[in-house]
């Protein structure tokens, strides 16, 4: 006869274990022409990380984008992926319209920014993160992750840049608040400093512990969690 199941002790309970850090380091990309494709994100203003050639049909070249932790690779012999056939890469930005502006001083062609039609994925435009329907201009209220604008390289490999200032909940460990660059801390600065005036017009006074308010402001921002009022 079957015994009824008991009911564990949550406080015997074993917690799931902590998945083991897992970063993403590299994504490789197919080129036709090494040296080309080398010229071209050289031009872009990323860093040369190494550039290895055994002299016996193979090179491996690894660049980064500014601010980035994860890198890309291309060379000869390192992927069998179609030269041109890594499309939907995504470079994160905090102001779009500077960063197109800066990857057109450097040669790229970059399409003007767009976003996405409330509602509407299907379309005749290039696929991107919101389906084949691309609207021109920026997001109308400047929402985060909204704003798009995109470029290829020399063999058509697809990058697109968006916009995000603020992260979804959940989307960053609250514990650790990181920035890559200074222009980014600068511009989450710049945020709080808007967002500190609106609350000293509430209070009706200086704060004098202003800067605990921008501290709260720039870590619940980067975290995704609720604002300081």
Known sequence: MAQPEQAKDPSTA????????????????????V???????????????????????????????????????FGKNVTPASPGSAQGLYLIVNNIEAARTDLLSRGAEVTN?????????????????????RVS????????????????????????????TTRLPGRVDPAATTFASVADLASALRRAAVAHGE????????DPDWQDWYASYVVAEQAGSPLPA
Not at 14 to 33: C, F, M, Q
Not at 137 to 163: I, K, V
Request: glycine share 10%; aromatic share 12%.
């Open 14 to 33: 074993h917690p799931e274990p902590t998945p083991h850090a897992t970063k993403l380091e590299v994504i490789v990309i197919p080129v036709s022409d």
């Open 35 to 73: 040296d080309r494709a080398k010229a071209f994100y050289a031009k872009l203003g990323w860093r040369l990380d190494a550039d290895f050639d055994s002299g016996m049909d193979f090179r491996v070249i690894q660049f980064t984008p500014p601010g980035s932790g994860c890198s890309v690779i």
């Open 113 to 133: 920014v767009f976003h996405a039609a409330t509602g509407i994925y299907a379309g005749t435009d290039e696929p991107y993160l919101f389906g084949s329907n």
């Open 137 to 164: 201009g920026p997001d109308p209220e400047h929402g985060s992750y909204r704003s798009f604008a995109s470029f290829h390289d020399p063999d058509g490999n697809g990058w697109l840049l968006q916009e995000i």
């Open 199 to 206: 609350h000293e017009k509430r209070i009706g006074a200086a």
